[in-house]
């Protein structure tokens, strides 16, 4: 798929087919997220890939608007240390995991991490060292729609788009 593409037909996929994802796969996930931007290079990341059905279920209960983590072939939780640019770096490797997913016909859904009343359950449910921040849960699997990665409508550029001010 071309790049400018790509970036078009990503979408938040939240029915997933009863499939599993094989090994190489989510390690290309971690691979492309490990080459997002860092501010100062600083790479203040860890992922932690989630295949066991029971705690991808666990972590759809703490997250309320996740509830369909629990029918995921898997998940990543995007971790970072606590530094002064975490939660940008860590929304960039969050990033190009999706769109990685993409790229090889997995669909994804960022589900929110940081400060929500949860994360603090995720990290022990994990098993995160302490300093370790929650950015985004990630469910992966095959979409159930055949066709879910297609353009849809969105707001235009010219509705948007400003040159020079505002």
């Not at 983590?69 to 971790?79: K, L, S």
């Not at 995991?97 to 994360?119: F, N």
């Amino acid at each position: 798929m071309e790049n400018l593409e790509l970036l078009r037909v990503r979408r938040s996929i939240r029915t997933f087919q009863n499939s599993s994802i094989l090994q190489k796969d989510l390690e290309k996930l971690v691979d492309s997220a490990r080459f997002a931007p860092t501010a100062r290079n600083v790479q203040p990341w860890e992922f932690v890939v989630v295949t066991d059905k029971h705690k991808l279920t666990e972590l759809a209960k703490l997250a309320e608007n996740g509830r369909f983590m629990a029918q995921a072939a898997a998940g990543i939780a995007v971790f970072c240390a606590d530094t002064k640019y975490y939660l940008e770096d860590g929304c960039a490797a969050t990033c190009n995991i999706l769109l990685a997913a993409t790229a090889l016909g997995i669909g994804s859904c960022w589900i929110a991490g940081d400060k929500k009343p949860y994360s603090w359950q995720v990290n022990t449910l994990l098993n995160a060292p302490l300093g370790m921040k929650l950015i985004s849960l990630i469910s992966l699997g095959y979409p159930q729609d055949e066709g879910a990665f297609k353009i849809i409508e969105k707001r235009s550029s010219k509705e948007l788009l400003h040159w020079e001010k505002f």
